[in-house]
């Protein structure tokens, strides 16, 4: 692998901060020689204190923070290097581990370059290649609010049971190459951004979020659900609290759904002070004999 060249883990959550991990194994830039490069970035929209941190290296381990703050600014984050680290590979695999800590909460995320992380990332440059090129070779087209957005049929029959079911000559969507989503315009090319690219506006996503859980609950998109929660999550407080409770509910969002509700029960006398509070729930009043329930047991 080249310097530069990174191994990146998927997202992972401390609580409600989300992180995610790269290594470099040859060095963050030309001049590294045998350097290991590693980067924790912070994935949340606020800035959020580490505890501690503990790396090992194959066999070595490190202690490189105590008690720092990394700042919010997607993709920012803190970074370090090892000296050495190459020449002690055991049957060339380089392991990475690392131990996070903050408040009291602990997680482990390992990387490793075997096979199967080496032929995942591969796939993954090859999508977004395919998706910045202009998703050449395009043969489905996606209609959303009248507006067509093409993507490849091989991709979304992988992308999720919804669709996998749909990619069989005997459906009416696969033989006039279309089909006919419940998004808006600017929803349906994100969504095609996300399964080439795993990637979202995040100012559109914000914006969206509600109806973007919606979408991914309505075509078993695991992925976007999981990225949509998070956000959700990140983005919880007493004014939206009701909000994301019930569409937790309603769109198997168990994360939010459950976070919400806890954040409800905490702030109940608040939301009984504001005017028409029983109205938030709309029609799932059982959510209130819920939250009911909750409070006698």
Same mark, same amino acid.
């Given at each position: 692998?080249?310097?530069?060249?990174?191994?990146?883990?998927?997202?992972?959550?401390?609580? %409600?901060?989300?992180?995610?991990? @790269?290594?470099?194994?040859? /060095?963050?830039?030309? /001049?590294?020689?045998?350097?290991?490069?590693?980067?924790?970035?912070?994935?949340? +929209?606020?800035?959020?204190?580490?505890?501690?941190?503990?790396? @090992?290296?194959? %066999?070595?381990?490190?202690?490189?923070?105590?008690?720092?703050?990394?700042?919010?600014?997607?993709? !920012?984050?803190?970074?370090?290097?090892?000296?050495?680290?190459?020449?002690?590979?055991?049957?060339?695999?380089?392991?990475?581990?690392? $131990?996070?800590?903050?408040?009291?909460?602990?997680?482990?995320?390992? &990387?490793?370059?075997?096979?199967? %992380?080496?032929?995942?990332?591969?796939?993954?440059?090859?999508?977004?290649?395919?998706?910045?090129?202009?998703?050449?070779?395009?043969?489905?087209?996606?209609?959303?609010? /009248?507006?067509?957005?093409?993507?490849?049929?091989?991709?979304?029959?992988?992308?999720?049971?919804?669709?996998?079911?749909?990619? +069989?000559?005997? !459906?009416?969507?696969?033989?006039?190459?279309?089909?006919?989503?419940?998004?808006?315009?600017?929803?349906?090319?994100?969504?095609?951004?996300?399964?080439?690219?795993?990637?979202?506006?995040?100012?559109?996503?914000?914006?969206?979020?509600?109806?973007?859980?919606?979408?991914?609950?309505?075509?078993?998109?695991?992925? &976007?659900? $999981?990225?949509?929660?998070?956000?959700?999550?990140?983005?919880?407080?007493?004014?939206?609290? +009701?909000?994301?409770?019930?569409?937790?509910?309603?769109?198997?969002?168990?994360?939010?759904?459950?976070?919400?509700?806890?954040?409800?029960?905490?702030?109940?006398?608040?939301?009984?002070?504001?005017?028409?509070?029983?109205?938030?729930?709309?029609? $799932?009043?059982?959510?209130?004999?819920? &939250?009911?329930?909750?409070?006698?047991?």
């Amino acid at each position: 692998m080249e310097p530069g060249k990174s191994i990146e883990s998927d997202v992972f959550s401390i609580g %409600s901060n989300s992180f995610a991990l @790269s290594v470099y194994p040859r /060095g963050i830039k030309d /001049g590294d020689g045998r350097k290991v490069g590693i980067y924790l970035s912070n994935k949340t +929209v606020s800035d959020v204190k580490v505890k501690s941190c503990t790396v @090992s290296v194959s %066999s070595e381990s490190y202690n490189p923070m105590k008690d720092e703050t990394i700042k919010s600014l997607v993709g !920012r984050g803190w970074s370090f290097q090892y000296i050495g680290i190459m020449d002690s590979l055991s049957d060339g695999v380089l392991e990475v581990k690392m $131990d996070v800590e903050m408040e009291g909460e602990k997680v482990v995320v390992n &990387l490793t370059t075997d096979e199967d %992380s080496m032929v995942k990332n591969q796939a993954q440059a090859i999508l977004r290649t395919l998706y910045e090129d202009g998703l050449v070779g395009a043969d489905f087209l996606l209609v959303c609010a /009248g507006e067509e957005v093409a993507a490849h049929r091989n991709i979304l029959q992988g992308a999720s049971p919804y669709f996998k079911a749909m990619m +069989v000559p005997e !459906r009416s969507e696969y033989k006039k190459g279309r089909t006919t989503m419940d998004c808006t315009g600017e929803m349906g090319r994100e969504l095609v951004k996300f399964l080439y690219t795993s990637k979202l506006d995040t100012d559109i996503l914000e914006e969206n979020v509600i109806a973007f859980l919606r979408v991914a609950d309505m075509y078993l998109l695991d992925g &976007l659900k $999981d990225m949509t929660e998070r956000l959700m999550v990140n983005l919880l407080n007493k004014q939206n609290m +009701v909000e994301f409770f019930v569409a937790g509910s309603r769109y198997n969002g168990e994360r939010i759904c459950e976070t919400a509700k806890k954040f409800v029960l905490s702030n109940l006398r608040w939301l009984k002070q504001q005017e028409g509070w029983k109205d938030r729930f709309g029609k $799932d009043i059982e959510l209130i004999v819920e &939250l009911a329930v909750e409070i006698l047991n």
